[in-house]
């Protein structure tokens, strides 16, 4: 029972191999070359077979028009008996027939004339007919007579008929199918051993290469090592090659990334989580000087709180959902103006600064969003366009609506974006404006933005400055 199991076994391991080998490329490859190089052999089998017949009658014919002229040129056309014999011996025919154009002619002929089983006319056999005829004649097999019919060459309307046995002809049939039976079979196998071991070099070695890198690849996409190293190749395979390259690199960069984000995010919660608790602190302190009389503690008592609030709002939510993701905007309709005031004061440009603040926005100018966010979604570009101005410039804050659609411009007179930062806008840590910037304040801005339904785009960035357009529908 053991020896019988393993026997069982061991015949399943080797059918196992045995499948596996044959849902192979290069199994497959083989195969199908055999199978078609063999199928043009055969393709090429059938008419060589077919006109070996013809050539072999024609011969026939041939030998006996010689005979037959042989016996014109005897003494009254007429011979022994042992001469004929050996004449239609040497032809191998029964008997020779001339027809002229009004006579028939009995040159060659034994003593008893045999049955007829059947008649070809080589002058009007198409290549169809001499296939069907070639392989009538090997399934008929031996034992038939037939009258073979030929025209006479440089005698118009005049013809030879033979009369032959057909077991000579199928036995040479066979010999010359046997023979380019074994040469097809040589040639074939060696057109499909030089086939597939090509192919096999130019294709299945490649492909086998990309798929073990892909598979390497997805096991430890981190890992550089398992990078596909590109050949100079430069057909499909070789653009192949570059093309999954690049792609693992870039997916690579991708996860490394998302790992930065994650670790990120994590690092994010905790210091919210204790900046909150500085800020409830802080807005304690701010609570106990609103006893305050001083003037000055007054003025600037309002902005402080707005700002405390705002940044614990901000804690807490970050806290909330673990992550950036944003709540959905709670939208109402508010003056436009004031809110671009606080932005202004927030950025420290109220007491002027060297850069210029300008705003064209109509006092009445009604804005659809949620007021915290577009507060961000402001402070956020207008800090950028701080950032990138040294010393001196100005800042154009304008608003306008058409067709229910409000549009706001930022517009600066800054240096304008790096190609880099055009080419990644709105990415995380790929899209920063100057290199003291992350990237965030414009991701953060675009983020807000599409969750209000409306769009905000580079409209132009060069030398003499830049400006973002924001619209949102109302």
């Given at each position: 029972m053991p020896v019988r199991f393993f026997v069982l076994f061991r015949n399943m391991n080797f059918l196992k191999k045995m499948t596996g080998l044959s849902n192979s490329l290069s199994a497959r490859l083989l195969i199908l070359t055999l199978v078609f190089v063999m199928l043009a052999e055969v393709l090429i089998f059938v008419p060589s077979v077919a006109f070996f017949r013809l050539?072999?009658?024609?011969k026939k014919t041939d030998f006996a028009h010689l005979a037959a002229l042989s016996l014109l040129a005897s003494p009254d056309n007429m011979v022994s008996d042992d001469l004929r014999e050996e004449l239609l011996f040497r032809v191998g025919a029964r008997s020779v027939v001339f027809h002229g154009a009004n006579s028939r002619i009995l040159m060659l002929s034994e003593n008893m004339p045999p049955k007829i089983d059947a008649e070809f006319d080589l002058a009007n056999r198409n290549p169809?007919?001499?296939?069907?005829?070639?392989f009538m004649t090997l399934m008929v097999g031996p034992g038939r007579i037939i009258r073979v019919i030929t025209p006479i060459r440089n005698e118009p309307n005049s013809s030879l008929e033979v009369i032959i046995d057909?077991?000579?002809?199928?036995?040479?049939?066979y010999d010359y199918a046997w023979n380019i039976f074994w040469l097809s079979l040589i040639i074939s196998a060696l057109t499909a051993v030089l086939v597939y071991l090509s192919l096999h070099w130019m294709m299945v070695r490649p492909m086998r290469r990309l798929s073990e890198s892909m598979i390497a690849f997805?096991?430890?996409?981190?890992?550089?090592?398992?990078?596909?190293?590109?050949?100079?190749?430069?057909d499909e395979i070789g653009v192949a090659e570059r093309e999954l390259e690049i792609m693992q690199s870039r997916v690579r960069a991708a996860l490394k990334q998302k790992q930065h984000l994650a670790a990120l995010g994590t690092a994010v919660t905790k210091i919210s989580h204790d900046l909150r608790n500085i800020l409830s602190t802080s807005q304690i302190v701010s609570d106990s000087l609103s006893q305050s009389d001083d003037p000055k503690v007054q003025k600037i008592l309002p902005r402080l709180m707005t700002s405390i609030d705002r940044a614990i709002e901000l804690c807490t939510q970050t806290l909330k959902y673990g992550k950036a993701d944003e709540r959905e905007p709670k939208r109402e309709r508010f003056l436009l103006a004031p809110l671009v005031n606080e932005v202004q004061n927030s950025l420290g440009l109220a007491e002027g600064n060297g850069i210029l603040w300008q705003t064209d926005i109509a006092g009445n100018f009604m804005l659809n969003a949620d007021r915290d966010q577009f507060y961000r979604i402001l402070l956020n570009l207008c800090r950028n366009s701080l950032q990138a101005m040294t010393g001196s410039g100005r800042i154009d804050i304008s608003a306008g609506r058409q067709g229910g659609i409000a549009a706001i411009r930022i517009q600066d007179t800054g240096p304008g974006m790096p190609a880099k930062a055009k080419e990644h806008l709105f990415e995380p840590f790929s899209g920063s404006t100057g290199p003291q910037g992350t990237g965030l304040g414009l991701s953060i801005a675009h983020e807000l933005v599409t969750a209000h339904g409306g769009q905000i785009r580079l409209e132009k960035s060069g030398s003499d400055g830049t400006v973002f357009c924001i619209t949102l529908p109302d």
């Open positions: 050539t072999y009658l024609i169809f007919m001499l296939i069907e005829d070639a057909e077991a000579p002809l199928i036995a040479a049939m997805r096991r430890a996409p981190e890992d550089i090592t398992r990078s596909l190293v590109p050949s100079k190749r430069q």
